[in-house]
């Protein structure tokens, strides 16, 4: 079993930056591939960003790219999304979510995570 605490969240004007960070405990959690979803009031819970397990291999949403960057501590058991730029179509709640697909690359598909986060508010303003 895999525990998932998000934080960092919170109400920003447009054009500032937030970092989210994810607590993981219950596992060695370098072993598997991390991942931040988001979900807007109405839509379905959609992909942002995803990490492999050492950190190597990233990819993003072509919403995000650019903007957004998501890395990982192993030693701290800690996955962040750094977020610049921000502007009112990025508010939602967060997720961060864990794999237990034994792959060395990024996993992109939310079906394929098995662990999530309670969710985290990030509300931009204009």
């Known amino acids: 079993q895999v525990q998932l605490v998000e934080s960092g969240g919170g109400l920003v004007q447009a054009g500032s930056s937030l970092r989210l960070s994810c607590l993981a405990s219950?596992?060695?959690?370098?072993?598997?591939?991390m991942g931040w979803f988001r979900q807007a009031p109405g839509k379905e819970r959609e992909f942002v960003a995803a990490?492999?397990?050492?950190?190597?291999?990233?990819y993003y949403a072509d919403s995000v790219k650019g903007r957004f960057t998501i890395s990982r501590d192993n030693a701290k058991n800690t996955v962040y999304l750094q977020m610049n730029s921000l502007n009112p179509g990025d508010t939602a709640v967060y997720y961060c979510?864990?794999?237990?697909?034994?792959?060395?690359?990024?996993?992109?598909?939310?079906?394929?995570?098995?662990?999530w986060g309670q969710g985290t508010q990030v509300t931009v303003s204009s």
């Open positions: 979510a864990a794999s237990g697909a034994r792959v060395s690359t990024v996993v992109v598909l939310l079906s394929r995570y098995d662990y």
């Open positions: 990490i492999n397990w050492s950190g190597s291999i990233t």
């Open positions: 219950g596992r060695t959690f370098s072993n598997g591939p």
